[in-house]
């Protein structure tokens, strides 16, 4: 799968471009990262990628195709896992199976293979409610998997959980994405987490979002928590984080915000 968006421009606001000149090639299999000043327009960029929102000038490709809606080649989770609360776990990765129709054993079988990925087949008959939020969170994944997204849309995935759990699973969806191949393109306002885990961090400037910096991340393979003791990472999580302050500091002047 080759991901493509070619000057791309999306608006909200007519003349007040959001996102403008966009640019991007992301290979089969590549692990990006999205980072940015609040407002720069990494979600939007994310549902443009998703079909839930349409570029005003410029199109997004998927092999070729040009994306106009959402599909099951494109898997999302988002902040809060938003499970359905009167769906058991196993149900809750099952939705989009049932929603194309795929007949129960091959559904059955990919939720079991899918929940012994993320380690929760002892949970498959339990509710969303009694999870942790961390728990919930590989539920959200699991269900964006099951269709077999040729792209794993992630905004934000971990932002609302604590440190170690968050820790814990970008562990997880690193291992995830080398079992699976799928492609990832992850949003974090975390450039620890951004350098963490991208193979490349786009710095997306401000006003309008645009991409200022594509970061190939030679760290290496595969990223434990020792690489990220070492020298070389915190030399580029200083380097990204630099370029993000800078970002944030140029759109509070442009806008007349102190400091
Ligand atoms: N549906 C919408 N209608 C109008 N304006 C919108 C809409 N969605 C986003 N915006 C505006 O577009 C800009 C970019 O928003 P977006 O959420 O893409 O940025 P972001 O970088 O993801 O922000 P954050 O880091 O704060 O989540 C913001 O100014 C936001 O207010």
Known sequence: MSLRLIDVSREYVAGKPVLSGIDLAIEPGEFVTVVGASGSGKSTLLCLIAGLARP???QVLLDGQEVLGPGPDRGMAFQTAS???WRSVA???AFGLEAMGVPRDVRDERVRWLLDEVGLTAFAGTLPGKLSGGQQQRVSIARALACQPRVLLLDEPF???DVQTKEDMQLFIRQIWQDVGTTVVMVT???EEAVFLGQRVLVLSSDPGRISQDIQVDLPEPRTLTVRRSAEFLALRARVE???RA???AHQ???GHAG
Do not use: I, K, M
């Open 83 to 85: 499970l359905y609360p």
């Open 253 to 255: 002047a442009l806008n």
């Open 159 to 161: 932002g609302a959980l």
């Open 189 to 191: 306002h975390d450039v």
């Open 247 to 249: 970002e944030h500091r």
């Open 242 to 244: 630099d370029l993000v």
């Open 91 to 93: 149900r809750n990765v």
């Open 56 to 58: 005003t000038t410029g």
